[in-house]
């Protein structure tokens, strides 16, 4: 059974500092998503990563993919308080469109 | 084009009682995804239908079923309502294959 996580779950940075999310998933996938969140909305598309050193740049995030690690990053850049929200990673779980979803990490953007 | 539509956007249903969503996707997409998002489970698929088929169903109880329609609007059904079902339900459309996923707003359902 195809297993997601991310780490850290929660993420309190300043302004201006960098950090990165870890996405590391169990069983080959060539298609990983990032989706953000923020309070009481739906899931906003991100970035959809569909094969090995795939790397994608919007803004201060970037997210890139290594599928022999079974792991994706993002990364934040010079973080601001507009990127508080919170982000998943999703895994294409097989036939079908099923998507298997990290737990999602909470990030909050102190200045 | 507009976007994934949900309705009703919130609900609130006593335990026994049965529920019935709504979800118009992007126009031209085929396929809908449904997800149920808690606190204690987070993002789990619920099923996905393409072209009125069901082609891939989550670990829910039979309780939960869905369905699509000619024009791709897709409806999902929770019969017997328990306290558990409380949760954020999230419709997604995509054209077909394995494209990025576009999300709805939502129908929050609350069970009492």
């Known amino acids: 059974e195809l297993k997601v996580e991310q780490n850290p779950l929660f993420l309190s940075m300043q302004e201006g500092k960098n950090y990165t999310i870890y996405c590391n998933y169990s069983t080959t996938s060539d298609r990983l998503y990032w989706y953000r969140q923020d309070p009481g909305k739906s899931l906003e598309s991100l970035f959809v990563l569909l094969s090995n050193g795939a790397v994608k740049q919007e803004g201060r995030l970037m997210a890139s993919l290594d599928t022999k690690a079974r792991l994706s990053t993002l990364h934040i850049t010079a973080a601001v308080h507009d990127l508080s929200a919170t982000y998943f990673c999703a895994v294409d779980g097989g036939y079908g469109n099923k998507l298997v979803f990290g737990a999602g990490t909470i990030l909050r953007v102190k200045s | 084009k507009a976007g994934v539509t949900q309705t009703p956007r919130y609900l609130i249903k006593t335990r026994g009682q049965q529920v019935t969503l709504s979800c118009s996707p992007i126009?031209?997409?085929?396929?809908v995804s449904w997800y149920q998002q808690t606190p204690g489970q987070g993002l789990q698929f619920l099923f996905e239908y393409f072209s009125e088929t069901q082609r891939n169903k989550g670990n829910f109880p039979g309780r939960f079923s869905g369905r699509q329609f000619s024009n791709s609007r897709s409806e999902m059904n929770v019969s017997t309502l328990e306290l558990g079902d409380s949760a954020l339900y999230l419709c997604?459309?995509?054209?077909?294959?394995?494209?990025?996923?576009?999300f709805g707003p939502g129908t929050r359902l609350l069970v009492l």
């Open positions: 126009s031209g997409h085929r396929s």
């Open positions: 997604a459309s995509s054209p077909g294959g394995a494209e990025t996923q576009y």
